[in-house]
């Protein structure tokens, strides 16, 4: 499967997004979509994540409350709606997909077992 993400930008503070993640094939035959982030001079780090198949959530601390994953099986897309954008939320943003667990490891969502299908990534500016 490939992943197409896009939605990406520059806004300023307080500012609100929408990142598109397009799969080329049915999201539903895996069982974990989620997105990650890596900000200039950070490791990378779980956003959110969505299991397919009881459509559970997970989000890390810092995010929740602003962001919302989301999908649409017909279009095999996902979604990630951020709100209310801080400086720090300035970072490549990536989605994954793969027959995974959608868990929770000190704090971040992470994909059991890693994640074999990457997205290209988009960036996410958030600055005034």
């Known amino acids: 499967v490939q992943l197409q993400a896009s939605g990406g930008g520059s806004v300023q503070p307080g500012g609100s997004l929408r990142l598109s993640c397009a799969a080329s094939?049915?999201?539903?035959?895996?069982?974990?979509i989620g997105w990650f982030r890596q900000a200039p001079g950070k490791e990378r780090e779980g956003v959110s994540c969505?299991?397919?198949?009881?459509?559970?959530?997970h989000y890390a601390d810092s995010v929740k409350g602003r962001f919302t994953i989301s999908r649409d099986n017909a279009k095999n897309t996902v979604y990630l709606q951020m709100n209310s954008l801080k400086p720090e939320d300035t970072a490549i943003y990536y989605c994954?997909?793969?027959?995974?667990?959608?868990?929770?490891?000190?704090?971040?969502?992470?994909?059991?077992?890693?994640?074999?299908?990457w997205g290209q990534g988009t960036l996410v500016t958030v600055s005034s």
């Open positions: 969505i299991s397919t198949i009881d459509g559970s959530t």
């Open positions: 994954v997909i793969d027959y995974a667990a959608c868990a929770v490891v000190a704090g971040k969502p992470v994909l059991i077992p890693d994640p074999r299908y």
């Open positions: 094939g049915l999201i539903l035959d895996y069982s974990a």
